[in-house]
């Protein structure tokens, strides 16, 4: 984030602390693996929604700017949890490195953190109340599942996409794709149930959009491109996709060339009804942000903790037939 950007955050924050209703004012920092991502700003505007039904609570949106920076990430949970924000919402580029950088000194100071899209790991689970979003292992089986219907040979190649290679709910999908296709998760497929990965996957991006558009048309180009599942977005939401995927809208469309990808933010589906893209699976983000910070509220204004540990969203599916209607993010 640029400092201008950060100064005008702060002084907002400064702003609320300062408050008519300062008997009870709370400040929530939501924060994503990337601030310019529509994913994160959709959750951002469900926080918002949920605090403009409150007279006593702000939220503020921070990240990384452009791509799934580990470090800027636990910079930024670290300077809220030193401006004493009342809680964070945030979704987890890399657990050990989050925890340990800035999660530990919240923990300590008693400001609740509720993860959304992307969890800690299970052994890290102490440092947050609660988790909001997709079952991501489920979400990845429900990925393979969809790539069953294109597969034309035994092996057939598969290559998948990801973000960080750290990244928890992206390792998960990548543990439910291959469970979906061979029935083991924890290993690259080299021939189990007839599915091999290629040998240059998985990919990984670490969000940003350029590369993920320049391995995919590197993967398509190929003599015979493997079926490609991106775990999240990444190449779909470079502005840049639709020109760059042009060349192959025949291939895609006679089912020569297979592009799965998760997610189905308004720039995808326009993709994917121009015969761009082959499946789309979506998930709620405006719908974790809104439900993160009703838990998170209940929290810190009347010690209810969250009586679950992790509240999963459903997921939805869109092809090129129903593009423009399969899907309401919110």
Not at 60 to 72: E, N
Not at 158 to 178: A, D, F, K, M
Request: aromatic share 10%; hydrophobic share 35%; with cysteine.
């Amino acid at each position: 984030m640029t400092e201008v950007k950060r100064i005008s955050i702060y002084l907002l924050f400064g702003l609320s602390l300062l408050s008519t209703n300062a008997i009870a004012q709370y400040t929530f920092a939501l924060i994503g693996k990337t601030q310019n991502d529509s994913f994160y700003q959709q959750a951002f505007a469900g926080c918002k929604d949920f605090a403009r039904q409150k007279s006593d609570l702000t939220c503020l949106y921070d990240g990384a700017d452009d791509y799934q920076d580990v470090r800027t990430q636990v910079l930024i949970v670290r300077e809220y949890v030193e401006k004493g924000v009342d809680g964070i919402l945030v979704s987890t580029t890399d657990s050990n490195y989050l925890v340990s950088g800035a999660l530990k000194e919240a923990k300590q100071k008693g400001i609740p953190v509720i993860t959304f899209d992307s969890d800690l790991l299970s052994e890290q689970h102490a440092y947050r109340l609660a988790y909001v979003g997709t079952n991501n292992f489920d979400f990845g089986v429900a990925l393979g599942q969809a790539a069953k219907k294109y597969k034309k040979q035994s092996p057939q190649p598969v290559c998948i996409q990801s973000g960080h290679y750290t990244t928890p709910n992206l390792n998960e999908r990548i543990r439910g794709v291959r469970h979906a296709l061979s029935g083991t998760a924890d290993k690259k497929l080299t021939g189990e149930s007839g599915w091999i990965e290629h040998e240059r996957c998985p990919l990984y991006t670490m969000g940003k959009r350029d590369e993920a558009l320049s391995q995919l048309i590197a993967i398509l180009s190929t003599d015979a491109p493997p079926i490609f599942i991106a775990v999240a977005g990444f190449a779909q939401f470079n502005d840049k996709y639709v020109s760059a995927l042009q060349p192959f809208k025949q291939k895609l469309l006679q089912q020569t060339v297979t592009v799965i990808s998760a997610d189905t933010e308004e720039i995808q589906v326009k993709a994917l009804g121009l015969g761009l893209s082959t499946i789309n699976i979506g998930q709620k983000p405006y719908h974790m942000g809104l439900n993160s910070a009703e838990l998170l509220y209940n929290y810190v204004k009347f010690n209810k903790k969250p009586p679950q540990s992790a509240y999963y969203l459903d997921f939805h599916y869109c092809n090129q037939k129903n593009a423009m209607t399969c899907t309401n993010n919110r």
